[in-house]
């Protein structure tokens, strides 16, 4: 294994959740997941759209309410109504498909703004923590710029930075780069690899199956709001039993494809 960019370490928590649910009214879309995620292992998450992939992730932090089942991260119990929802999300880092950032502050203020506010360091130790982050994802130059001079690419990797200037033990992402230009694409799929070969802990929903076949420890296939099939990336992807599975990859593999 190569070295990571700066050779950060990480402090890694899992994640397990039982018998999740969720429903919207009366549709029913989380119906009774159960996922673990080590610490320091990677988890891709792949189904289609509208199987419940955001929605699961975003119960995890809590950004949805959970009708149902229970998640453990990092030493709480999320679903636990006494649970200090603060403390929690501070272990928790999520980055989404549109980057989120912050347009009237610079890439070094979006990366210190939750530092000041929630964390309560100090200026200093804030920007220093951010200007080591800037620069695991290869922006050390760049904190002085407003997300509009920044490519879509580097954008994501300035939204990568900002969580991981929370020094969060578990980093989710949902389809971090599904709104970017095929060409930027790469660079922060490396990113995500170096922050997968440092030990942090990642759950990702992603629809880059060679991404998922290289660094994912092992692949979980979601449709209809149930865990159809998991296992080690290979097998998933290269391999995959269940004919739900075979279909939705013969999709996504060869976007051309048309049942005749
Ligand atoms: N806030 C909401 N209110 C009502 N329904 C919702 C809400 N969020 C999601 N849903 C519904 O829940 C289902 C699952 O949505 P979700 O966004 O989790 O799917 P997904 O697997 O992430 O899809 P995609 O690949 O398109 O992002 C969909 O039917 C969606 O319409
Ligand atoms: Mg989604």
Known sequence: MTTPNNELRVKASGVDIA?????????????????TVKPGEVVC??????????????CVNL???????????????????????????Q????????????????????????????????????EKTARENLERVGLGDFGGRY???????????????RALSMEPTLMLFDEPTSAL????????????????KSGMTMLV????????????????FMDGGVVVEEGK??????????PRTQDFLRRVLDPTHVDI
Do not use: W
Request: charged residues 20%; proline residues 5%.
């Open 147 to 161: 997300p509009d001079q920044l490519s879509g690419g580097q954008q994501q990797r300035v939204a990568i930075a």
């Open 205 to 220: 929903v992603t629809h880059e199956m060679s991404f998922a076949k290289e660094v994912a420890d092992r692949v979980v």
């Open 19 to 35: 018998g999740l649910r969720k429903s919207y009214g009366s549709n029913e879309v989380l119906k009774g997941i159960d996922l």
């Open 181 to 196: 230009d095929p060409e930027t694409v790469g660079e922060v799929l490396s990113i995500m690899k170096n922050l997968a």
């Open 91 to 126: 272990n928790v880092g999520m980055v989404f498909q549109q980057f989120n950032l912050f347009p009237h502050l610079t890439v070094l203020e979006n990366c210190t703004v939750a530092q000041l506010k929630v964390l309560k360091r100090s200026k200093n130790d804030a």
């Open 63 to 89: 950004l949805e309410q959970p009708n149902g089942g229970t998640i453990h991260v990092a030493g709480f119990e999320t679903t636990d109504p006494e649970v200090n929802l603060d403390k929690m999300r």
């Open 233 to 242: 990336a290979v097998e998933v992807i290269g391999n995959p039993q269940q």
């Open 45 to 58: 998450l792949i189904g289609p759209s509208g199987s419940g992939k955001s929605t699961l992730l975003r």
